[in-house]
């Protein structure tokens, strides 16, 4: 084998490794971090959804209740989120479209945290507006 097609099959080999792999394993991450919060919530554990939560996002709605976590995030009333529609990932921030949802989650040393939920498109060049959202 020619030293050119020993080379070429090592960087298909790098690429295949570093590209797609580790943009669909960051997909797959941030697709059952969001999807395991929307089971928390749709299960009535608000404690689990909590701990799904993003450091400041769980700051913020515990501050904004003047009280513990899981029972404002039951107040909050997010829609259920059904079957999950898409997802994409930007560096370390990741979208999850779901049938009745839209969540954004940052991943953290600890893994993948919903950082918003209950978003809203506003318009094409406008941001979500969200009824769960970190400071």
Known sequence: MSLSLRAGGALLLAALLCGCGASAAREDG?????RRFAAALAAHDYRAGCELLAPETRDEVEQDAQGPCGPALREL???AAGPVRGVEVYGRDALLR???DVLFLSQFGSGWRVTAA???AQGEDEPYRCALKGG
């Open 30 to 34: 941030a697709s059952l971090a969001g």
């Open 77 to 79: 009333g997010l829609p």
């Open 98 to 100: 779901t049938a009745g």
């Open 118 to 120: 209950g978003c809203v």
